[in-house]
Each structure stands twice: as C-alpha cells, then as structure tokens.
C-alpha cells in the first residue's frame, strides 16, 4: 500500500490548509484513514480519524477547527484545517489501517507563523 500525501506548507496564524493523502490498492481493503502529527520535540500524536461508514475521531485541541472526510471512491482522506494556530505546527503524516497492516504516509510539513 502507497500513501502519497500533498497539501501542507507556510500559512499565517488564523489561516486555512487543506492536506490530501491517496492510498493505493483495494478501497474495500482500507479500514480507517487518519492523520497524525509529530511537532520537534514531542510524540506522535492523533489528529483526526474516520472509519468506514464516516465514523470520526478528533483530539480534543483540533475539534471545531480540523475536518477529516473520505472519498471512498479514490481512496483518498483529507484533512481541512481552519483557524490554525502556531502550536499546529508539526509534519503531518497520513495513516491508513488495512486489511494487510498498518501504513504511514511520508509526512508533509504544516508550519503556523505568528
């Protein structure tokens, strides 16, 4: 299974990105797809998730400003970020729990300047 992630880059306090992560292979196989983050310093942490059947899962420090949704047909999982603040920054990474395994993406890198 490939991730191919794409989205992340420089953007200002308060403003908005829009992350995408396209996996390969069987849509049916693919369980959930998420996104994690992991800031200098710290932990991996989860940002978002959504099972099949559009099931989320949010920490609590994004809910009401992050917006995780699937395209089932391109096997594609997005992350809408909105109202982002300098502690958002991280490299975030794609992960999708497959029938096969568990996969990561590459990451791509969020950086929030005040």
């Known amino acids: 299974v490939q991730l191919v992630e794409s989205g992340g880059g420089l953007v200002q306090v308060g403003g908005s990105l829009r992350l995408s992560c396209a996996a390969s292979g069987n849509r049916f196989d693919i369980n959930v797809m998420g996104w994690y983050r992991q800031a200098p310093g710290k932990q991996r942490e989860l940002v978002a998730t959504?099972?099949?059947?559009?099931?989320?899962n949010y920490a609590d420090s994004v809910k009401g400003r992050f917006t995780i949704s699937r395209d089932y047909a391109k096997n594609t999982v997005y992350l809408q970020m909105n109202s982002l603040k300098p502690e958002d920054t991280a490299v975030y990474y794609c992960n999708v729990d497959h029938v096969y395994g568990n996969y990561w993406g590459q990451g791509t890198q969020v950086t929030v300047s005040s």
């Open positions: 959504m099972a099949r059947g559009s099931l989320t």
